[in-house]
């Protein structure tokens, strides 16, 4: 049994339209509309969502701009890229090959040369 008005449903469905809402927009919108009006710990129980959900809606919602109960893209927003002189990458390339000791140590290429370094242990 559902406890918002039919007009206020409507009204929020309008709205939802007019500024082209999501259906998970939507719900956020119908559930910070039924909190102004009951309590919070009765609006998560209704809608079954945490108390730390709907204040995370609540902090995030502009009522100006309806816009800002759809979601986000969680990617970032920059990626880390390599920023100074490309001498200097480069001399951090070529200090790792004159000092093969300094990275992964290298295997026998060959089988044949796995095999002889076998037999000499």
Partial sequence: MHLVSFSTRNAIAKLARIYGLSKKARIRLEVLDFAKTHPVAVTCRRYGIARSTYYRWKKKFNP??????????????RSGSLSGPQSLWNGFKDSGRNSPSWGRQSSPSSSGERVSLLLQR
């Fill in 64 to 77: 100006r701009n309806l816009q800002s109960l759809e979601d986000r893209s969680r990617s970032p927003k």
